[in-house]
Nanobody, 124 residues
Framework: QVQLVESGGGLVQAGGSLRLSCTASGRQFSGRAMGWFRQAPGKEREFGAGISWNGSSTDYADSVKGRFTISRDNAKNVVYLQMNSLKPEDTAVYYC?????????????????WGQGTQVTVSS
């Protein structure tokens, strides 16, 4: 079992920055790829960013590429999402997730564990 708790969400103006954190407890965190997904009101959940088990590989949705950076610290069991140049369309609930695989994947069905989510609101 892996338990995930997100933090760092909030209200920010367009152009601003936020850093989300996801703290994991339980075993097998370091062997899993991790991802950040988001879901806006009335829309389906979508992949935002992912990182492989050792941090050597990352992947991003086109909508956030160049603005968001995912990283992890396996010694602390934490995954981060640095979000810069935020836009109103980034407004969503952001979820941290742990994959059943070590390599990064965009497929949400390949993630076994999910956090409760943290709200990010970007005002124009």
């Amino acid at each position: 079992q892996v338990q995930l708790v997100e933090s760092g969400g909030g209200l920010v103006q367009a152009g601003g920055s936020l850093r989300l954190s996801c703290t994991a407890s339980g075993r097998q965190f370091s062997g899993r790829a991790m991802g950040w997904f988001r879901q806006a009101p009335g829309k389906e959940r979508e992949f935002g960013a992912g990182i492989s088990w050792n941090g050597s590989s990352t992947d991003y949705a086109d909508s956030v590429k160049g603005r968001f950076t995912i990283s992890r610290d396996n010694a602390k069991n934490v995954v981060y999402l640095q979000m810069n140049s935020l836009k109103p369309e980034d407004t969503a609930v952001y979820y941290c997730s742990a994959s059943r695989y070590g390599m990064v994947t965009k497929n949400g069905d390949e993630y076994d564990y999910w956090g409760q989510g943290t709200q990010v609101t970007v005002s124009s």
